[in-house]
């Protein structure tokens, strides 16, 4: 009898999605209807019933760089929601603000097919945009380049619109 040789993709590459929020005072996902199971994560930000008692959203982290003032933050806050009692709130005074989910967080299935979606509320956005990224990462969790997708920039201030990121 002879023997087959194979390899778990699911095993040896583990990846994972990545999503980043670029300039958006709050992101709220969508909630599904009950009837829908294949949602692998929902952002409700309401964590001060998990126990999370930090100004940060659970497994996000502020992006440092060039162009990314450390003046500029996100945190949890009541006072603009979309359908629960937190969400996750940009202050902006001037530059850019990224805030990035942590890799692993999502376990993905290569060649499967994802969104992410929410939604974001603008305020003072004169010269600027909000817009969601989302991206695979390797085992390594370095970003698999060709898996990235962005959302339509939202543009205009004092709106609120869903939006998504879709992989092809």
């Not at 692993?104 to 299935?109: A, H, L």
Request: proline share 4%; net charge positive; glycine share 10%.
């Amino acid at each position: 009898m002879r023997k087959r040789s194979h390899t778990l993709i699911g095993h040896n590459l583990r990846r994972g999605i990545v999503v980043t929020i670029l300039l958006a005072f709050f992101i709220a996902p969508s909630i599904a209807p009950a009837q829908v199971s294949r949602v692998l994560r929902s952002f409700d930000f309401e964590e001060r019933r998990a126990g999370n008692v930090e100004e940060l959203p659970m497994h996000w982290t502020k992006v440092d760089g060039a162009g990314l003032p450390h003046y500029v933050y996100g945190q949890l806050a009541t006072d603009r929601v979309h359908g629960g009692e937190y969400s996750f709130r940009f202050d902006l005074n001037g530059g850019s603000l990224i805030y990035r989910y942590g890799e692993g967080q999502i376990p993905v299935i290569r060649g499967a097919h994802y969104r992410i979606e929410g939604f974001c509320q603008t305020t003072v956005l004169t010269n600027a945009r909000a817009r969601i990224t989302a991206y695979c990462t390797d085992q390594d969790g370095h970003r698999i380049v060709e898996s990235e997708r962005h959302s339509e920039p939202l543009r205009r201030k004092g709106c609120q619109r869903r939006m998504e990121a879709a992989s092809h």
